[in-house]
C-alpha cells in the first residue's frame, strides 16, 4: 500500500470533478466569455460576502497580485516570518511589488494585534510606508493552526484606524472554517482581499481564486494579464473548482479526524520526540533520530512525508487519503 501525505496538492481529480470538466461551458476568458470561469469567480465571491473574484492558475499568483493591489513601491507590509508569501514566493513581494516586509514572530504562524501595532512605521522620510498586513488561515508552517473570528476582527480593526490593507492568504481557508465552525460570508466582512486555494484539500487540479471588491478586481484582472495569466478556455479547470466547492468543503472533517488519529498514534511512538498540537489536515511532529532517516524508513513502507526541518517531518491529509490507508498507517507507525 502506498500513501502521499507529502502535500494535499497530490489530490487526483475524482471522476464526479472530471465530469464536471468535461461538461464545462468555456469561452475566450480574455474576452469575459468563459462561462465556467465566471461561474466559478461569482459563486466564491458570494461564499464569502465579497463583490468580485478572479481565477488564477496558482495562490502564488492570487498574492501576489493583491499584494501589488493593496501597495505601492517603496511601502512595506507585515506579516508572520513563516509567512508563505515571504518564504515560498520565491521573494516576488521585492521582485512584483518594490514592497520591503517587516517580519513577525507569531506562535505557530498566529500574530495579534499586539504584536502589529509596534511594526508600524510612524510617518517619516526615513522608514518604508507601512500599507499590508498579510494573515495565513491555516497557518502551513504553524501546522495547519488556525484564527479564531475574533482574532481577526481585532487586527481588521487595527488595520481601519491605521489605514492599512488587510489580506488573507487562505490556501487552507475552509480548514479553518471546518475548524472554527465559522461562515466564510462573515470573512468578507474583515478582509480587503482573500486567496482561496482549490487545488489544496478541495481537490482541484489548478487554480487559486482572488476574491475583493470590484475594482480591486478590475486591477487585479489587468496585472494578471501583465504577467501572462490571461487565460482563454480555462473553465475546463475552473468547473472543476467550482465541483470542489460544491462538493467537497463538507468532507475536510474526514482529513482532520484522520489527522487525529495518526497524530494519537504518533504520540504512543518511542522514535517520536513530539507531536504538535493537530487542529486541522496537518501535523508536524518531531523524530528523535534525524528527519531525512526516519522518511526513508516511511518510505520503506510506502509512506511519502516530507522533512520540514532536521528533525521535524509534515503529514498532510487530503481527500485522496482513505480510511483503509489510515489503519495502515496505524499499524506501520506503531511497528517502527
Ligand atoms: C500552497 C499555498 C499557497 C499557494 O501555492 P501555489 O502552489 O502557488 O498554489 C499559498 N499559501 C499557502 C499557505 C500555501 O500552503
Given at each position: 500500500?502506498?500513501?502521499?501525505?507529502?502535500?494535499?496538492?497530490?489530490?487526483?481529480?475524482?471522476?464526479?470533478?472530471?465530469?464536471?470538466?468535461?461538461?464545462?461551458?468555456?469561452?475566450?476568458?480574455?474576452?469575459?466569455?468563459?462561462?465556467?470561469?465566471?461561474e466559478?469567480?461569482?459563486?466564491?465571491a458570494?461564499?464569502?460576502?465579497?463583490?468580485?473574484?478572479?481565477?488564477?492558475?496558482?495562490?502564488?499568483?492570487?498574492?501576489?497580485?493583491?499584494?501589488?493591489?493593496?501597495?505601492?513601491p517603496?511601502?512595506?507590509?507585515?506579516?508572520?516570518?513563516?509567512?508563505?508569501?515571504?518564504?515560498?514566493?520565491?521573494?516576488?513581494?521585492?521582485?512584483?511589488?518594490?514592497?520591503?516586509?517587516r517580519?513577525?514572530?507569531?506562535?505557530?504562524?498566529?500574530?495579534?494585534?499586539?504584536?502589529?501595532?509596534?511594526?508600524?512605521?510612524?510617518?517619516?522620510?526615513?522608514?518604508?510606508?507601512?500599507?499590508?498586513?498579510?494573515?495565513?488561515?491555516?497557518?502551513?508552517?504553524?501546522?495547519?493552526?488556525?484564527?479564531?473570528?475574533?482574532?481577526?476582527?481585532?487586527?481588521?480593526?487595527?488595520?481601519?484606524?491605521?489605514?492599512?490593507k488587510?489580506?488573507l492568504?487562505?490556501?487552507?481557508?475552509?480548514?479553518?472554517?471546518?475548524?472554527?465552525?465559522?461562515?466564510?460570508?462573515?470573512?468578507?466582512?474583515?478582509?480587503?482581499?482573500?486567496?482561496?486555494?482549490?487545488?489544496?484539500?478541495?481537490?482541484?487540479?489548478?487554480?487559486?481564486?482572488?476574491?475583493?471588491?470590484?475594482?480591486?478586481?478590475?486591477?487585479?484582472?489587468?496585472?494578471?494579464?501583465?504577467?501572462?495569466?490571461?487565460?482563454?478556455?480555462?473553465?475546463?479547470?475552473?468547473?472543476?473548482?467550482?465541483?470542489?466547492?460544491?462538493?467537497?468543503?463538507?468532507?475536510?472533517?474526514?482529513?482532520?479526524?484522520?489527522?487525529?488519529?495518526?497524530?494519537?498514534?504518533?504520540?504512543?511512538c518511542?522514535?517520536?520526540?513530539?507531536?504538535?498540537?493537530?487542529?486541522?489536515?496537518?501535523?508536524?511532529?518531531?523524530?528523535?533520530?534525524?528527519?531525512?532517516?526516519?522518511?526513508?524508513?516511511?518510505?520503506?513502507?510506502?509512506?511519502?512525508?516530507?522533512?520540514?526541518?532536521?528533525h521535524?517531518?509534515?503529514?498532510?491529509?487530503?481527500?485522496?487519503?482513505?480510511?483503509?490507508q489510515?489503519?495502515?498507517?496505524v499499524?506501520?507507525?506503531?511497528?517502527?
Open positions: 500500500m502506498t500513501v502521499d501525505l507529502r502535500s494535499d496538492t497530490v489530490t487526483k481529480p475524482t471522476p464526479g470533478m472530471l465530469e464536471a470538466m468535461f461538461s464545462a461551458k468555456v469561452g475566450d476568458d480574455v474576452f469575459g466569455e468563459d462561462e465556467a470561469i465566471n466559478l469567480e461569482q459563486k466564491a458570494a461564499m464569502f460576502g465579497m463583490e468580485a473574484g478572479l481565477f488564477c492558475p496558482s495562490g502564488t499568483m492570487t498574492n501576489q497580485l493583491a499584494i501589488k493591489c493593496f501597495t505601492q517603496l511601502d512595506e507590509l507585515i506579516c508572520d516570518h513563516t509567512a508563505h508569501v515571504y518564504r515560498y514566493e520565491g521573494g516576488g513581494i521585492a521582485f512584483n511589488s518594490a514592497v520591503s516586509t517580519l513577525l514572530n507569531g506562535y505557530r504562524g498566529i500574530i495579534t494585534p499586539e504584536m502589529i501595532e509596534p511594526e508600524i512605521n510612524a510617518e517619516n522620510i526615513h522608514y518604508p510606508h507601512t500599507s499590508l498586513v498579510v494573515l495565513e488561515n491555516t497557518s502551513n508552517r504553524g501546522g495547519g493552526s488556525c484564527y479564531t473570528l475574533d482574532q481577526i476582527k481585532a487586527i481588521a480593526q487595527l488595520c481601519k484606524s491605521k489605514g492599512l488587510f489580506h492568504d487562505g490556501a487552507r481557508i475552509f480548514n479553518a472554517l471546518a475548524y472554527t465552525g465559522d461562515s466564510a460570508a462573515e470573512y468578507g466582512k474583515y478582509f480587503d482581499g482573500i486567496s482561496v486555494c482549490l487545488s489544496k484539500g478541495l481537490g482541484a487540479p489548478v487554480g487559486s481564486v482572488l476574491l475583493a471588491d470590484a475594482p480591486t478586481i478590475k486591477y487585479a484582472r489587468r496585472v494578471r494579464k501583465v504577467l501572462g495569466g490571461g487565460m482563454r478556455q480555462a473553465g475546463f479547470l475552473a468547473a472543476a473548482g467550482s465541483y470542489a466547492l460544491d462538493h467537497h468543503v463538507e468532507r475536510l472533517k474526514i482529513d482532520h479526524a484522520h489527522a487525529q488519529i495518526l497524530a494519537d498514534q504518533l504520540n504512543q518511542s522514535w517520536v520526540s513530539n507531536v504538535l498540537p493537530v487542529e486541522t489536515n496537518i501535523i508536524l511532529f518531531d523524530t528523535v533520530e534525524p528527519a531525512a532517516a526516519v522518511s526513508e524508513k516511511l518510505a520503506e513502507h510506502g509512506i511519502k512525508a516530507m522533512p520540514t526541518d532536521k521535524r517531518i509534515r503529514f498532510v491529509l487530503h481527500l485522496d487519503v482513505h480510511p483503509e489510515v489503519e495502515y498507517m499499524k506501520v507507525l506503531g511497528a517502527m
